[in-house]
Structure formats: structure tokens, C-alpha cells
């Protein structure tokens, strides 16, 4: 008997093809979704469909010089269609409707063929490879439209959807023109997982308002994501996060550490962070503490993220430059560059409190990672009570991320905690990220996806 593959399909492939002296070549990249993925391959023979990064499309010539690995199909996309399906409405449109922001722009008819473009590539490269007892795994609302195409053609495979992105109440998604394209095409699917219960209900409540139903024996449930714990505790092994290690102790010892990861975006309540982690400064004694701001450079041609940059960069100068007057200190280094697996993992084993603010994420894996690299029951966390995560790590300290003062006595509060009260939170935090790590998140998914159909509809 064939054994039934996985095809997943998600907008970017496990590798980037980039062109170095006017040669393409493919690398493969490092990241929670390619790791969380990779796993699949452990239980079940796996395809990955998806687009490999570069912005235009490739000859069948040169598609085969790049030796892609029989697990993947590259699906090329031209830089117009780019331009239209992922800057403009995927990202300048889907993107902040999903965390229930008002978008800036609006979306053209052109924009919307592109979507519709792109998708059709997805769904002609999943019918040249599926057999009839494969599942297909679909990711993300970049292909929010992918399961309805695939129904439409007459795929009666089982098919499972997973957003990673919050879902938005109907008051929300309901201001988007198209908005019944997404609920009609979700609806298809057997399978639909959300990060959180909240983004659970969101979606049924647009269901119900819409009129619309989920096909027979289709269920609906949330799969938080997780991380590979082990792989963040067992990194200080490692020699090159040792080196980092070694660094740190020497300009940071003596000084409590305050350390911030995000990548550069409208959500992640950067500038609220600035401002409640100056009040603190000022209250502890700038001379003790250190606010590491790491912020990963992220859609740079977009007007909205090029203004919070400068945004950015003014808070920190004004901050710094008042202690610096008065004081003679810089409490607050801002580093505006990617910092690689190693490097990041010193910097968790350093730091004394980690901020993790945003308005609102669909779960955000900086904060279990730190809590997996953290073994020293000495970490403390001050999380949004708004984001994915804060549904599971109820032993972190959960403030209102519009509220700089409410995150500002959360910050405080992790400064003078209790040691007893510290270790007793660490240790749920870890029991939790341990056990509801990444490869348990894929085996829920997938043990769903792999069930027989159920009469019964979500």
C-alpha cells in the first residue's frame, strides 16, 4: 500500500536562490517554520510547495541547474505579480486587517488578479503532484484563497489550514470588500487551526454573521505553535555562543539587562517600549541598567515601516542623549540588524528580563525561545496580555501594551521580584514551553488531518 505524503504549501520555500557574480544559487534558510516542517518529514514522506524567494520568474533551464531537492517545488512568481499579491494585498492589506489595524492603503482590481494569479500557480503545482491519499497542509493568509481553488477543480483530498497570524472580529474583517472570499474558502477545508481560542471564536462569529457553514465533518480548533526546545537549551554547547557568552559577561556584569526582539513592524509596540523602559531607567538608575533593543530590518520600501524607523531611531537619541547630559551614560543600545541563532541565544542567556510587547501577534516565539535557552531559573518575562503566547504562559508578568505605565511597573515588578516568586514562575513557564514544543504542535495538526472525516461539522 502507498503511503500517504504531506504536501504543504506555504508562500515561502525552506531556501532562498539569491545571485552572487551573476550566478543563482540556492541556500537553504533557518527558521521556526522550516524547522517546525522539516519534522514532518520524520513521520511521513513530505512535499513543500512554495515560493523560493527570488523576485522573478525562472526559465525551466534554470530551475534545473539550481538542483532544488526532490521534496521541494519551487513556485516562481514575476515581480509584477510580487508587487501586487504580496506587498500590496497580502501584506498591505491582509496583514493589518488580521491584527485589526486599519489598513493604510487600499487594494486595486489589479491587485487582486495578482492574488488570484499566484494562487493558481500554487494550485496547478499541488495537481501535478498529489495522489489521492495525500493530505495538504496550507499555511499562512498569503494563500487564504488556495483552498477554495483546489475544492473548485475537484480536489477531494483532505485539506488542513493554519494561520500563524491572529484572526480579527467581524467589525474588523467585515471592512475588507472581499472579505467572503477568505471565510467561503476557509470553510473548505477539514481541518482549520488558529493560534489561540480568542482567534477561535473571531472566525466562528464571521462564520455565523457571513451565513455560511464549514463543510461536513470539517472542525475548527486552536494549535498553538511551539518551538524546538531542546535545540535552544543545548546551544550553549555550542562554541560560537559561548565566544558571544564570554563577550557579554564582560560589559555586562554588575548590570541588571533588559532585552527586546522584534523584527521592524506597526505591531510590535516598540516606541510604548522606549518610553516605559525610560521611566524605569530613570527609577533604578541608568548606571544599572541596560535596554538591548534588537529590531530585524523587515519591508523597508513600505512608507509605514520606513516612518517607524525614523521614529525609532528619534526615541532612542532623545532617551539616550538626556542620561547622557545627565548622567554621562547610554542605558538604552539599539541594534537594527538580524542577529543569527548564536548570537541571539547569548544574548537570552544574558539578559535578566525579556519585553515582549506587541499589540497584538498571533503567538511570537521570541519569548519561548528564551525561555528554553534560560535553564538558570533566573529569567523573567513582561508579556502583552494581547499576543498568542500570553494564552499559555500565564506565569509571565502580562501588561497592556497600549499602557506605557502599566509596562513600565511590569518591568519594575521583574526587577524586584522575589527569588522564590521567580522560581516558581520559571519553572511552569518552561514546563509548558518543554511539553508544547514544535514537534508536538505538527504531530496535533497532523493526527487531525490524517482522522477520518467526522459527520459532525464544526
Request: proline share 4%; glycine share 6%; hydrophobic share 40%.
Amino acid at each position: 500500500m502507498v503511503k500517504s505524503k504531506v504536501i504543504i504549501a506555504s508562500n515561502r520555500l525552506p531556501v532562498n536562490i539569491t545571485e552572487e557574480a551573476g550566478k543563482l544559487v540556492l541556500n537553504r534558510s533557518v527558521g521556526g517554520l522550516a524547522t517546525a516542517l522539516g519534522s514532518v518529514m520524520d513521520m511521513y514522506p513530505m512535499l513543500w510547495i512554495g515560493w523560493p524567494g527570488l523576485k522573478k520568474k525562472l526559465t525551466k533551464k534554470q530551475l534545473k541547474e539550481l538542483r532544488f531537492p526532490d521534496t521541494l517545488v519551487p513556485v516562481t512568481i514575476t515581480a509584477k505579480q510580487l508587487k501586487g499579491y504580496y506587498d500590496n494585498l497580502a501584506n498591505g492589506m491582509l496583514w493589518p486587517i488580521m491584527h485589526g489595524i486599519k489598513p493604510t492603503r487600499l487594494s486595486t482590481t489589479t491587485d487582486w488578479e495578482s492574488m488570484e494569479e499566484v494562487t493558481t500557480h500554487f494550485a496547478d503545482a499541488i495537481q501535478q503532484n498529489r495522489e489521492d491519499q495525500d493530505v495538504i497542509w496550507v499555511h499562512d493568509y498569503h494563500l487564504v484563497l488556495l483552498p477554495k481553488m483546489l475544492r473548485d477543480r475537484g480536489v477531494q483530498n483532505r485539506i488542513g489550514f493554519f494561520l500563524h497570524t491572529p484572526f480579527p472580529p467581524a467589525k474588523v474583517l467585515f471592512k475588507w470588500r472581499r472579505y467572503r472570499h477568505m471565510l467561503e474558502s476557509l470553510s473548505q477545508v477539514d481541518v482549520l487551526g488558529f493560534q489561540t481560542e480568542r482567534d477561535v471564536a473571531n472566525f466562528k462569529e464571521c462564520l455565523s454573521q457571513a451565513g455560511l457553514k464549514m463543510k461536513q465533518g470539517g472542525i475548527v480548533r486552536a494549535f498553538p505553535i511551539g518551538i524546538d526546545f531542546k535545540a535552544y537549551q543545548a546551544a550553549v554547547k555550542l562554541g560560537d555562543v559561548s565566544m558571544y557568552l564570554r563577550k557579554l559577561h564582560k560589559t555586562l556584569t554588575g548590570k541588571k539587562v533588559i532585552l527586546s526582539v522584534s523584527r521592524l513592524d506597526y505591531t510590535k509596540g516598540i516606541i510604548e517600549q522606549l518610553k516605559a523602559t525610560e521611566k524605569v531607567i530613570e527609577d533604578y538608575g541608568p548606571t544599572k541598567v541596560i535596554y538591548k533593543l534588537v529590531v530585524s530590518p523587515s519591508r523597508e520600501t513600505v512608507d509605514e515601516y520606513r516612518k517607524l524607523k525614523e521614529d525609532i531611531d528619534e526615541t532612542v537619541d532623545t532617551i539616550n542623549s538626556r542620561f547622557l547630559e545627565k548622567y554621562g551614560v547610554a542605558p538604552i543600545e539599539f541594534a537594527y540588524r538580524t542577529h543569527g541563532f548564536e548570537e541571539l541565544n547569548a544574548w537570552y542567556r544574558s539578559a535578566d528580563i525579556l519585553l515582549v510587547t506587541p499589540k497584538i501577534d498571533g503567538m511570537n516565539l521570541v519569548v519561548k525561545e528564551y525561555i528554553a535557552a534560560r535553564d538558570d531559573e533566573r529569567g523573567a518575562i513582561v508579556l502583552s496580555e494581547t499576543i498568542g503566547a500570553a494564552f499559555q504562559l500565564k506565569d509571565a508578568i502580562l501588561v497592556d501594551p497600549l499602557n506605557v505605565s502599566d509596562i513600565a511597573y511590569g518591568i519594575g515588578y521583574a526587577l524586584n521580584m522575589p527569588a522564590l516568586e521567580r522560581i516558581r514562575r520559571w519553572r511552569k513557564l518552561r514546563k509548558n514551553v518543554r511539553q508544547e514544543n514544535i514537534f508536538w504542535w505538527t504531530k496535533e495538526f497532523l493526527s487531525k488531518l490524517f482522522e477520518k472525516p467526522s459527520k459532525r461539522s464544526a
